[in-house]
Every structure is written in C-alpha cells, then in structure tokens.
C-alpha cells in the first residue's frame, strides 16, 4: 500500500521539534524549519493552538488570500494515520507515532478486557456508563505528555488548555485571554491549547454551513488580535485533520458480513477495523470487496504492519490486536461505515482523502 502520511512532516516531527527545543531528547526526527526558526529566535513562548478539524483544503474554501490565517501558513503537513482527534492530538502532545502511543481512534479495541472502547469517554461503545475495567487498563496506553516531560525535567514551565475536565476554559475568549496572560510571565515556556472547533460544528452541519464558516473566520480574526498582544513569542496554529461529508453505509443491511465479524468495528467510520471469525477471512475479502469495493480498499494487518501505516516507533502492546484482522480505508470515496453503537454524522474524517489528511502549519513569529 502506498502511505501517505508524511512521517518525516507530520505532527509529530512538530512536536519533536518542540521537545528539542525545550532540552528533551525526541524519538524522531524533528521538522527542520521549526528548528531553525526555534534556534535563531529563540522565544521565550512557544504557543501551540490546535484547531481540531481545521485542514488545509476547508481553510482554502472559506478564507482569502489575505486572511491572516492564509497569509501566514508556511506550509502544509500531513497528520498521522489515522486522521482524527484521538491519534492525532495524541501525537501533537506527546511526540510518538500512533503505533507508539496507542490511541488509535475514536473506538479502540483493549485486549486486555476484551472491549471495544470509545477512548476518549471511557465508556465501552455505544454505552452511556464508564468502564471500570477500562480505567484499570488504561496506562497500557502511553499517557505522560511533552507538557508533563518539560515540567518534570528541566527548569521550564509547560501547560495545556482544554474545554474540558477540572481546569477547562468556557469559551474561546477565556482560552485566549489566558494564553495572552501567561504569555506574560517570566521564564521560557510552552502552552498548549486545543479547541474542538470547528470539528464539532462540521460534523453537526456540514462543511458548507455558514455557521462552520463563521467560525473559522472568528478563529482567524481573534488569534490575529492575540499576535497583536504577545510578545517575544512564535504562535504555532494547527490541525488535527480536515474533513469530508459523507454518506453512511449502514452494516446492519448486509446479514452475511455481519454474520463472519467476532466483534463490532472499531478505530473509525472511514478507517475501519474488521475482526472475522478464523474461517470466514478469506470469505469475508471477498463478500467485502464484491459491496464496498468501490468506496473501500481493504487491507490485511499483514499489510497495514508491513507498510507502517500508523508510523515507526516501538509497538505498543495493544496495536496489533486493535487494528483486527482488516483494515478498510475510503480515500476519495464519501462514504463510512456504521454499526451499532457509532453516531450518524454530516461530515467526517479519519479516511485518506487529501482533504482529511492535510492541515496547515501556521507560524506567526513575534519580538
């Protein structure tokens, strides 16, 4: 298979670059520009906003040219296989590849309780209950951060903002005012945020919804005011992934697939994990191939291993078994696939369209 994640220009290699600048040791190879821009100005912030869903393609369709987002994104870069949240911020806050961390999708599979599980809730899928035997698991999946490292192991200071858990912020006013105040502060720093925007509303929406365009140019309006605040600072604005409107193909309507899968499918509605019972695999290739041929290629996890799809590094113990048997992808297909327990959604992500996997890198450099 042909992998289109640029493992040497991707997410990751920025966050290895981040850690190299703040004295930490990265596992792979950091992003050249970033370093130099790091070494020769040496900020005493470095400011990384992540705008979850905000790709490149959707950045092009709604802004001009002389948007401030626009004006000043250097380039663009893939994210990680596959491309959605949970991998992907995962790899932006720790510097591992997907293979490495574990945190493969939004459905995971966790051998260890034999499980799927919709990490990012703690809840076993399509259950409204945290699983207990999940959280007795879930150090299996790697959890220290860049954030954690640089304030454990040097004499600088790192933070992350979220919309959610103990410390949240309520909107995207605070989140930015109290980057603007710790920016302020004495000392060489790192600060992370994340917003769930405008991801949330495209897959509500749609991608051509004017509220989806509204908040993408308030976006670009207000972090604009912010690099208008921040000084002795390089402000890093990123994507997780982009997206793409799709059409369901819902699983339940072809008995005899159903009939061959042990367990329900995991990782992603555009990147779907497939396990079979041991005598219907090759039954299964070809019943899959004959329906969804068209939208889907269908990959063995002899090839997703041997291509390195999720990226090098050491294998955490529960990918292998997570990623099933099969692994089917949409590439310039708009359709996903759903079974019971997955949300039916507007417009999606995860798949291997050009409008999923590429997302801006954005650097705004101020004295």
């Known amino acids: 298979m042909v992998v289109k994640n640029n493992y040497n220009d991707c997410l990751t290699n920025l966050a290895c670059s981040i850690q190299k600048y703040f004295g930490l040791k990265p596992k792979?190879?950091?992003?050249?520009?970033?370093?130099?821009?790091?070494?020769?100005?040496?900020?005493?912030?470095?400011?990384?906003?992540?705008?979850?869903?905000?790709?490149?393609?959707?950045?092009?369709?709604?802004?001009?040219?002389?948007?401030?987002?626009?004006?000043?994104?250097?380039?663009?870069?893939?994210?990680?296989?596959?491309?959605?949240?949970?991998?992907?911020?995962?790899?932006?806050?720790?510097?591992?590849?997907?293979?490495?961390?574990?945190?493969?999708?939004?459905?995971?599979?966790m051998a260890p309780i034999d499980k799927t599980i919709t990490l990012f809730r703690n809840k076993e899928k399509g259950k409204d209950e945290v699983s207990d035997a999940f959280l007795k698991v879930k150090d299996k999946l790697v959890q220290k951060t860049i954030v954690d490292e640089i304030n454990e192991n040097t004499s600088y200071h790192?933070?992350?903002?979220?919309?959610?858990?103990?410390?949240?912020?309520h909107n995207l006013d605070e989140m930015l005012a109290i980057i603007e105040k710790e920016s302020q502060k004495e000392g060489k720093k790192y600060i992370y945020a994340y917003d769930d925007e405008p991801d949330h509303s495209m897959h509500d929406f749609g991608l051509e919804d004017s509220r989806v365009k509204e908040l993408i140019e308030i976006r670009n309006n207000k972090v604009e005011q912010l690099c208008h605040k921040v000084k002795n600072s390089i402000v890093i604005i990123v994507a997780d992934h982009g997206h793409k409107e799709v059409e369901p193909i819902f699983l339940k309507d072809y008995p005899t697939i159903m009939e061959m899968l042990e367990r329900t499918t995991s990782i992603e509605q555009r990147a779907v994990s497939f396990k079979i019972k041991e005598d219907k695999k090759e039954q299964f290739a070809k019943e899959f191939n004959q329906n969804f041929g068209r939208d889907f290629t269908l990959y063995s996890q002899s090839e997703i291993l041997e291509a390195h799809l999720f990226g090098e590094g050491e294998e955490n113990e529960l990918f292998k078994s997570a990623i099933g048997d099969f692994l089917a992808i949409a590439e310039d297909s708009n359709k996903c696939i759903i079974t019971e327990g997955d949300k039916v959604v507007k417009s999606q992500h995860a798949g291997y369209s050009e409008d999923e996997i590429y997302v801006p890198l954005i650097v705004i450099d101020k004295d």
């Open 158 to 169: 790192a933070m992350e903002l979220f919309p959610f858990g103990e410390n949240k912020y």
């Open 28 to 109: 792979h190879t950091t992003m050249p520009y970033m370093d130099k821009l790091l070494e020769e100005k040496k900020p005493q912030n470095v400011i990384l906003i992540l705008f979850d869903g905000m790709g490149s393609r959707i950045l092009d369709r709604t802004l001009d040219k002389n948007s401030f987002f626009i004006k000043n994104r250097k380039k663009e870069i893939t994210s990680v296989f596959p491309a959605t949240t949970t991998a992907a911020t995962t790899s932006i806050r720790t510097g591992l590849n997907p293979v490495e961390h574990g945190w493969l999708g939004w459905n995971m599979y």
